[in-house]
């Protein structure tokens, strides 16, 4: 199939999935390569950091790191399931280049993601991870660790769990319309991503459930409780009666 020049299919699959084309009609946000740069600089008014401020106002974090882990792994989750809903639908991957995306860091989730231009690209496992892990994810990521001190096994699994629970929406929902073969390769495709060395490790993949090694830390968000993929079998530091009860 061929890459429709506004990736209309996406729609389909729900807001997580859409990647919209063209110019944003308000104005240009910045890119997500301006949101990867050095958020030292100017930084109050650095995508990134406007962006965690945006996530611990709306989730009451009490730290600024936990919103930017909530942060990461929102934006993770979006990267992920346009490249797999792509990959999946037409059999091609839009060049996902981070000068080529615009995103507004103040708006509301998920994450609102404009490509400016269409270029088709392969759909193999090797050229995902090259355009979702390397192009995104790890600058993203460096960025993080800069500014809020997040944990790289943290963001590793952040990484991972959000591509874990793509791949599984979008493995349910194309099953859910008889489309067996888009299906299964969704799911070989994440297993095969899941492998990848930088995200090797990160949890256990079994069928379409995965359950990662590290924590997000969305349990110390007033009433977060625990994800359903976390490490922990309860919240730090409450006794197994109150987690039970």
């Not at 308000?26 to 990867?36: D, K, M, N, S």
């Not at 979006?78 to 996902?96: E, F, I, K, M, Q």
């Not at 459930?209 to 409780?225: A, D, E, I, K, N």
Request: proline share 8%; net charge positive.
């Amino acid at each position: 199939m061929n890459l429709a020049p506004d990736l209309a299919a996406l729609n389909d699959l729900g807001g997580f999935f859409a990647l919209r084309t063209g110019t944003p009609p308000h104005g240009p946000p910045p890119t997500l390569a301006q949101a990867y740069a050095d958020p030292a600089t100017d930084s109050a008014t650095h995508p990134l950091v406007v962006r965690v401020r945006r996530v611990a106002d709306g989730i009451g974090a009490p730290e600024a790191r936990v919103a930017a882990s909530v942060a990461h792994q929102a934006l993770a989750a979006r990267l992920w399931s346009a490249a797999l809903g792509c990959a999946v639908l037409y059999g091609r991957l839009p060049d996902l280049d981070a000068r080529l995306i615009r995103w507004d860091p103040a708006g509301s989730a998920p994450d609102d993601l404009w490509l400016t231009e269409v270029r088709a690209r392969p759909a193999d496992p090797e050229t995902v991870a090259d355009v979702v892990l390397h192009g995104h994810l790890e600058p993203l990521a460096a960025a993080l660790r800069a500014r809020y001190r997040l944990a790289p096994g943290l963001l590793r699994g952040n990484a991972a769990s959000a591509l874990a629970a793509a791949a599984r929406l979008l493995e349910n929902q194309v099953r859910a319309g008889g489309r067996t073969e888009a299906a299964d390769l969704t799911r070989e495709l994440a297993a095969g991503l899941l492998a990848h060395p930088l995200l090797d490790g990160a949890g256990t993949l079994t069928g379409t459930g995965f359950r990662r090694r590290s924590c997000c830390l969305y349990y110390r968000v007033p009433g977060g409780g625990l994800c359903g993929d976390c490490c922990f079998t309860r919240v730090p530091g409450s006794s197994p009666r109150a987690a039970s009860g």
